[in-house]
């Protein structure tokens, strides 16, 4: 069976760094083809790709959110981490962590983390 | 940067009823690199459809896609009460590497 489960502040201050893990179980980051995404939704609106990092460690980043963002993985932890700088309001939403399996779509989801910016 | 709209922005049918839901892309991309997913309130995304046309694991079979180059389209032969929910294109492309669409709300009439 295959989990992901994302953890991280509820809250944070605008300017701030959020810091993000994605815990995953039932699949291997080392495996060749596997990738893991982060995707975001603020309320009520659609979702946005942000990130994913590859079995390989290459990483890919959102063109418009490049300069803010970096993702790493610890692959004996089973964990993703994405760090976003400079927080804003607009970056309040429910950020999401899933599995890319090749298909060129995200496979498996974890229940997402919801994250408020305001003083 | 390939831009995704899809139509009607809601749709209000009843259990029974076909549903069929439009995503265009901007510029045409490859049937492999297009997906449906399913979102209910509080939850998250739910992979539908990959590849345009291939249904994920334990998706039913009144769930299907299809379409070419830059129109694609998602059908639920007959809706079911669980199936009430938002539904999202998805593109795989250069850059940025996904985008999706606006969604489409499907809702009881």
């Known amino acids: 069976q295959i989990t992901l489960k994302e953890s991280g502040p509820t809250l944070v201050k605008p300017t701030q760094t959020l810091t993000l893990t994605c815990t995953f179980s039932?699949?291997?980051?080392?495996?060749?083809?596997?990738?893991v995404g982060w995707i975001r939704q603020p309320p009520g609106k659609a979702l946005e790709w942000l990130a994913l990092?590859?079995?390989?460690?290459?990483?890919r980043y959102s063109p418009s959110l490049k300069s803010r963002l970096t993702i790493t993985k610890d692959t004996s932890k089973n964990q993703v981490v994405l760090t976003m700088t400079n927080m804003g309001p607009v970056d309040t939403g429910t950020y999401y962590c899933?599995?890319?399996?090749?298909?060129?779509?995200?496979?498996?989801w974890g229940q997402g983390a919801l994250v408020t910016v305001s003083s | 940067e390939i831009v995704l709209t899809q139509s009607p922005g809601t749709l209000s049918l009843s259990p029974g009823e076909r549903a069929t839901l439009s995503c265009r892309a901007s510029?045409?991309?490859?049937?492999?690199?297009l997906a449906w997913y399913q979102q209910k309130p509080g939850q998250a995304p739910r992979l539908l459809i990959y590849?345009?046309?291939s249904r994920a694991t334990g998706i039913p079979d009144r769930f299907s896609g299809s379409g070419s180059g830059t129109d694609f389209t998602l059908t639920i032969s007959r809706l079911e009460p669980e199936d009430f929910a938002v539904y999202y294109c998805?593109?795989?492309?250069?850059?940025?590497?996904?985008?999706f669409g606006p969604g489409t709300k499907v809702d009881i009439k």
């Open positions: 998805q593109q795989y492309g250069s850059s940025p590497l996904f985008t």
């Open positions: 590849g345009a046309s």
């Open positions: 899933a599995r890319r399996r090749g298909t060129n779509s995200f496979d498996c």
């Open positions: 510029q045409s991309i490859s049937s492999s690199y």
């Open positions: 990092i590859y079995w390989d460690d290459d990483k």
């Open positions: 039932g699949f291997s980051l080392s495996t060749s083809g596997v990738s």
